[in-house]
């Protein structure tokens, strides 16, 4: 067969349901394949591949011999999907086109390098399947940006995460954290290490941060699927009729929208102060914070439904102090009205889209109660 025609059978193939989307992030119209497993990817995951000594050619631009033509015709993503995915647990993270590289990385060495899914018994044990993790993280300090090593120690069976501030174990843990309240995402671009991961939990009614790391991505993406398999753990105790499909989206979360807004006080006269915001859709909170790698939160914001009094606009303010960006964002709450500035015009449209999706979304019971605590505190 002529190259050009190997070239459309591809291109033919690329376009079937099962091979139109990327094999590991799901990106859609792949470009590339790895010839060795059968599968289309998109650029960045070829990368990956490739470092793998998988071999990669581009579907477009390379050469294809015929028999490597046939090869990815009797294979393609839905083949290679039931051998190196048979297994996945359902709180296993599968990153998405849009996660960070670490994520994506070790996701592809775990399906085709270590083989974690195919359904065999692994000896000794994946780490977190277990139930119980422990070991050494950086960990930024509470008031400055020196990162320290600390042991951490996840227990499944009391559904806690706990820390350690020295070496010596003998005083006890500096903090014990619920697995209840506790979120984590990967943060590599805010924390300034491509392995960072944001601790988020509930500690005396204030929201709290803490910013760790590890040396190794494969130990950190560990740490990371044991929270989320303890997350998974808690939730099935607490819900026990939920089904996988309600409970896996609660395991961990990505924030809607992040960054810094200047903001004023409630008589809208007071100078503006330049905070970092954090908008959290599935607790339905705008947390904001003196700076982006703070360990406490200075306020939350409930965002509820446009039925229930809530609503956003854009707006120009006046007779304000100390502001220095001019795009604003007026949050309406059946309390207050809260006003904030962005420093340009697509920050203000981004905001303005991430809190309407959430005012669009119906309120659970669960969101009412939150709704009537965070009004108690105040």
């Not at 490597?68 to 294979?75: A, Q």
């Not at 501030?165 to 300034?192: C, H, M, R, W, Y």
């Not at 015009?345 to 981004?350: C, D, G, N």
Request: glycine share 6%.
């Amino acid at each position: 067969m002529s190259n050009e025609r190997n070239k459309r059978i591809l291109l033919e193939l690329v376009k079937q349901p099962e091979n139109s989307r990327c094999a590991d992030c799901g990106a859609s119209e792949p470009d590339w394949a790895s010839y060795k497993l059968g599968v289309f990817v998109c650029l960045n995951c070829s990368g990956i591949h490739r470092s793998l000594s998988s071999r990669v050619k581009s579907i477009r631009l390379d050469f294809w011999e015929d028999d490597l033509v046939e090869f990815m015709r009797s294979n393609g993503n839905a083949s290679a999907r039931a051998v190196y995915e048979k297994a996945v647990p359902p709180y296993y993270y599968r990153p998405q086109e849009n996660d960070c590289n670490v994520l994506r990385d070790q996701w592809i060495r775990a399906k085709y390098q270590r083989t974690e899914f195919t359904g065999e018994t692994k000896y000794p044990p994946l780490a977190y399947t277990t139930g119980f993790h422990e070991g050494l993280l950086w960990k930024k300090g509470k008031e400055n940006m020196q990162f320290l090593k600390r042991k951490f120690v996840l227990s499944e069976r009391e559904f806690t995460l706990s820390y350690y501030n020295k070496e010596d174990e003998s005083k006890g843990p500096k903090a014990v954290i619920a697995i209840k309240d506790l979120n984590a995402t990967f943060q590599p671009q805010k924390i300034g290490h491509p392995h960072g991961l944001q601790l988020t939990y509930q500690d005396d009614d204030k929201t709290r941060n803490l910013y760790v790391y590890h040396d190794s991505p494969e130990e950190i993406v560990v740490w990371f699927n044991a929270i989320r398999a303890a997350r998974y753990a808690y939730l099935k105790t607490a819900y026990p009729t939920g089904s996988d499909e309600e409970l896996v989206p609660k395991i961990t979360r990505n924030y809607l929208k992040e960054g810094y807004m200047e903001k004023t006080g409630p008589l809208q006269k007071e100078s503006f102060k330049k905070r970092w915001f954090i908008l959290d859709s599935q607790n339905r909170k705008l947390l904001y914070f003196k700076d982006q790698l703070d360990a406490e939160e200075l306020g939350v914001i409930f965002i509820g439904t446009e039925s229930n009094g809530y609503s956003v606009k854009e707006c120009v303010p006046q007779n304000t102090r100390g502001n220095k960006w001019k795009c604003g964002v007026t949050v309406q709450t059946p309390e207050r009205q809260f006003v904030f500035m962005c420093e340009q015009e697509r920050e203000q449209k981004e905001w303005l889209s991430a809190l309407r999706k959430v005012m669009s979304r119906p309120m659970s019971p669960q969101d009412y109660n939150a709704e009537a605590h965070i009004r108690y505190k105040r």
